[in-house]
């Protein structure tokens, strides 16, 4: 019943949009130029065809032949069409992405259930909606773009590998892959997340009880060391009191224990030592994610590159100001989160308690300004292409002044603390740890700074923060209708014209 709900209201505000957009912009737009004329090269039943300005692979073309062919008997029945090439209009290869949207919106509704599993439908549903509308996921459900394909197969390979079901993962991410090249990465952190699971689900040896006392002790509640004593004290008390059990450990979204108090080399030894027995066991799982991975390295080597087309706009570049730019828009969509008064108290606290966190905040100040002063590429499609938003924020906020790029840091460090305080509450270490590699690796070697880019690390994110505020997530929503109206209005309604070429332009993220 959640799943039809969810589909139900997504469709809502999809259906009557994609409308509008197909009736305001029936033309292709943008990289649509691209896409579409490709796509319906495949649907005359030209495969071998290919436009050298296109940098991905010919996934989503494959997904909109099976969306045309499940149209196709029902045109034929009111004689709308007469071939299969007529359907591969604009509006019906764009609708493609409407039905990816409300599957995706059932995706992620499945996934809140299995990392929540005492959530209550009602909210479920109600967060799974929320995300929906998430402004880069939403305005690229009504064009041809790859952006929805590709996050939809990655959280399709990430809810099954959470119900244990590897091989039907691995075969979706190598889907992914086909889709979008990077989600080679998000592949390879998906098959760690389900090591850590299974590894980390293992029998674990009971806590010490000097251990134990060592921890009481920090939370003001001694324990004699007389183990006689102790044990009489735990035995007058209820489950669960005492001492609040929340300090040792969680449930995480898995159903595993996650012991809060382990450090990061901790868990690595656990995993290493409970991996090893189970070798045979891990192998036979997660075999095929190598094979997706061995043939990935084959294709490159033979193609010579990551991008199938238009190689020398896409160079791999060390832009690690990408990173910093991502923990900034993250933290901004889910500000009533991150921006609280009571978060910002507790890693303000954090600053201060301690000398690691003191000195943590500072190597992260180091790297900020040495990513943005040494790391930070201003793409030739950046600067030239006024269309995007990122265009403007590009030269109104990050270059109105020589010193701007510099003071940005101490957010961009918040937003990344943020992240991490937030994960870490529900997460092992090394799993935060895997999600910041795997982001890293995606957004680093990109040399345009797209915020479509940031899509599939802040579904990850968000999925795994557990907020159970419903004022955030009612100021989270009501700031995606805000943005989106506002996006889609300068859109549809706001065209200009270039000088220096003929056509009507758009506003676009």
């Known amino acids: 019943m959640g799943r039809l709900a969810v589909a139900l209201i997504v469709s809502l505000w999809l259906i009557p949009t994609s409308i509008l957009v197909n009736q305001t912009v029936p033309e292709p737009y943008m990289d649509e130029i691209f896409h579409i004329p490709q796509a319906q090269q495949y649907c005359k039943g ?15 073309y494959y997904l909109s032949l099976s969306h045309v062919a499940c149209l196709l008997p029902g045109m034929f029945l009111v004689q709308k069409v007469s071939s299969f090439a007529e359907l591969c209009s604009t509006a019906r290869l764009r609708s493609l992405n409407g039905v990816l949207a409300i599957l995706c919106s059932i995706i992620i509704y499945e996934i ?12 479920a549903v109600s967060f799974a909606v929320i995300l929906a509308l998430y402004p880069l996921h939403w305005f690229f459900s009504f ?26 993962s691995a075969l979706l991410g190598a889907f992914a892959v086909f889709i979008r090249q ?3 990465i998000w592949m390879l952190f998906v098959a760690c997340t389900g090591i850590i699971d299974t590894t980390m689900t293992h029998p674990r040896k009971k806590v010490k009880v000097d251990e134990l006392n060592e921890s009481v002790k920090e939370t003001g509640r001694l324990i004699h060391n007389d183990s006689i004593s102790a044990s009489s004290n735990m035995r007058r008390r209820k489950p669960n009191s005492g001492v609040n059990a929340s300090k040792y450990s969680t449930i995480t979204a898995t159903g595993s224990l996650a012991t809060q108090s382990s ?16 070798k ?12 997706v991975l061995v043939a990935f390295v084959a294709f490159v080597r033979w193609n010579g590159s990551v991008v199938l087309g238009a190689k020398e706009a896409h160079v791999v570049s060390p832009h690690f100001a990408q990173l910093m730019y991502f923990s900034l828009v993250s933290a901004l969509a889910t500000a009533p989160v991150h921006f609280s008064l009571s978060n910002v108290a507790n890693l303000f606290e954090s600053f201060w308690k301690s000398r690691l966190s003191f000195f943590q905040w500072l190597l992260a100040l180091t790297a900020g300004f040495l990513s943005v002063h040494f790391f930070s590429i201003a793409h030739p499609y950046l600067v030239a292409d006024n269309r995007h938003y990122t265009f403007y924020l590009w030269r109104k906020v990050i270059k109105a002044h020589w010193l701007m790029k510099y003071l940005l840091v101490p957010f961009y460090v918040y937003s990344w603390s943020s992240i991490f305080n937030i994960l870490g509450k529900v997460r092992q270490k090394v799993w935060v740890l895997a999600y910041f590699l795997a982001t890293a690796a995606v957004l680093v070697p990109a040399p345009l700074i797209e915020f479509r880019y940031y899509t599939i690390p802040f579904y990850l994110f968000i999925l795994h923060s557990h907020v159970d505020d419903n004022e955030s997530w009612i100021a989270m929503g009501l700031m995606y209708l805000v943005i989106n109206a506002f996006t889609m209005v300068m859109f549809l309604f706001r065209p200009f014209h270039w000088n220096h070429e003929p056509g009507v332009q758009r506003f676009i993220w």
């Open 182 to 184: 990077t989600n080679i």
């Open 112 to 123: 809140i259930t299995h990392l929540r599993p005492t959530l209550s439908k009602r909210k």
């Open 143 to 168: 064009l041809y773009y790859t952006d929805v394909a590709s996050l939809t197969a990655v959280l399709a390979m990430y809810l099954t590998c959470l119900k244990k079901k590897y091989y039907f």
């Open 263 to 278: 450090g990061f080399l901790d868990e690595i030894r656990e995993i290493c030592l409970t991996s090893w027995p189970m």
């Open 280 to 291: 045979w066991k891990l192998f036979i799982s997660f075999s095929p994610f190598f094979m």
């Open 46 to 60: 030209n495969l071998w065809s290919w436009d050298p300005m296109i940098t991905t692979p010919p996934g989503l």
